[in-house]
């Protein structure tokens, strides 16, 4: 049997406004752009994806099932600006067909500077899902799928979580597939709680994903057009190759990023047809938490060290690439700790300010790697140039340590 696990990321930051050295006014954030970009990509791809996804599971009477993790930054505007997809959102949760994960918060890198502020913002977002969804999330997916081993150790510390996503990165895997469920090495003794039958590792299968998430509209890709006969063909061929098609991407592939033109909705709503009658019997689609009750871990996946589900690299460098990066960071989490005892003692905006900041899109808007080549990065940034987006950080941190200092 093969069972398509079918998870979407749905993110999007807090966009700085132009902030000059002579700013000092605590209003850092760019509403207006962030709110055009909130209503732009709703109407591209949260209503109808989600649209599409509430009539394939009422096709269907359940059988289809599928998954998200939707950060806090990305909640907070959808709450402000675009109510009714919460609602859809809500009533897609409603047919039980779908699971929410969760997360960090705010879409924040701080596993790797502050385990605190990691935890702190992992409770946040939990008791935001509780709030609008009614639900507490029982798999984590950390930012960007940013997994090392050490990730698995700490929320099976906490008791909360039974399963990780995270990418499944050949060099780690080697001769084996990323279509079974795994568990992370042993904890270390030192590791207090870190309870390694708690934990179960999904991973993603990236080729598969990026056939819909990144190739789907390539008309130079020899598998354009790709159809619904095609894909599900090959989520069929994993059987006796494993039992798993970890289908893992970003929502607005559907739509925005695959334009509609391109088709993309309609074969999203024929897929599920296409796999459930290739093989009839043998295929079905599940949610993260029943693949990890359903199916028994084969071995150890093994991730010493930090990976991604970014660039071909699968590592950190599209956030911690460059120097600019590396300072930026630093300096960030640097003010952990006078941010938070600036809260309690009369700032109640500055902690909220400070966590925005902590997004990971600001990072990336400073990759440098293939800026020249107009790549992905370049795609999402708002700045010109990374060297604007360092600066303009910057700038806004250097207010944020002014206000820290106060009183």
């Known amino acids: 049997m093969t069972s398509?696990?079918?998870y979407f990321q749905v993110h999007q930051p807090f966009r700085l406004r132009r902030y000059s050295v002579f700013d000092t006014d605590p209003f850092y954030f760019d509403d207006h752009a962030n709110r055009q970009i909130c209503e732009k990509v709703a109407d591209k791809c949260y209503r109808p994806a989600t649209r599409t996804l509430l009539d394939l599971v009422r096709r269907h009477d359940g059988a289809f099932r599928v998954a998200f993790a939707v950060t806090g930054t990305a909640l907070d505007q959808f709450q402000r600006w675009t109510p009714d997809v919460v609602e859809l959102l809500q009533e897609l949760m409603a047919t039980g067909a779908c699971e929410m994960l969760g997360e960090t918060s705010h879409h924040a890198l701080s596993f790797l500077f502050?385990?605190?502020?990691?935890?702190?913002?992992?409770?946040?977002?939990?008791?935001?899902?509780?709030?609008?969804?009614?639900t507490t999330p029982r798999v984590f997916r950390n930012t960007e799928l940013t997994y090392a081993n050490d990730v698995a150790w700490?929320?099976?510390?906490?008791?909360?979580?039974?399963?990780v996503l995270c990418e499944g990165v050949d060099r780690l895997l080697g001769y084996r597939s990323p279509n079974y469920v795994y568990?992370?090495?042993?904890?270390p003794e030192t590791t207090p709680g870190a309870l390694r039958d708690r934990i179960r590792l999904l991973l993603k299968n990236y080729r598969l994903s990026d056939d819909i998430a990144f190739r789907f509209s390539d008309r130079g890709w020899v598998e354009w057009p790709l159809t619904t006969e095609r894909f599900a063909a090959?989520?069929?061929e994993i059987n006796g190759d494993g039992y798993l098609c970890n289908l893992f991407m970003d929502y607005e592939t559907l739509g925005e990023h695959q334009w509609a033109e391109t088709g993309i909705f309609e074969f999203l709503s024929a897929l599920p047809d296409q796999v459930l009658s290739v093989?009839?019997?043998h295929n079905d689609f599940v949610t993260p938490s029943e693949a990890i009750a359903r199916y028994a871990p084969v071995g150890e996946y093994d991730a010493p060290d930090m990976t991604s589900w970014?660039?071909?690299?699968?590592?950190?460098?599209?956030?911690?690439?460059?120097?600019?990066?590396e300072n930026a960071a630093a300096e960030l989490y640097r003010l952990e700790k006078p941010v938070k005892t600036r809260a309690a003692t009369g700032d109640e905006h500055i902690l909220e300010d400070w966590r925005k900041l902590t997004t990971s899109d600001h990072l990336y808007y400073m990759c440098t790697k293939y800026w020249a080549d107009g790549d992905v990065h370049k795609y999402f940034s708002p700045y010109d140039s990374p060297y604007d987006a360092y600066i303009n950080f910057m700038n806004v941190l250097d207010n944020i340590r002014k206000r820290s200092e106060v009183g």
């Not at 502050?114 to 709030?131: K, M």
Request: overall charge negative; aromatic content about 10%; glycine content about 10%.
């Open 4 to 6: 398509v696990c079918f």
């Open 279 to 281: 093989n009839p019997g």
């Open 183 to 187: 568990v992370p090495p042993p904890a």
């Open 234 to 236: 090959w989520v069929n």
């Open 114 to 134: 502050s385990r605190e502020e990691f935890l702190a913002q992992v409770t946040e977002h939990e008791e935001q899902i509780r709030r609008l969804f009614g």
């Open 154 to 163: 700490a929320l099976a510390g906490t008791g909360r979580y039974d399963g």
């Open 310 to 325: 970014a660039d071909t690299e699968r590592d950190l460098s599209a956030w911690l690439g460059n120097a600019m990066q």
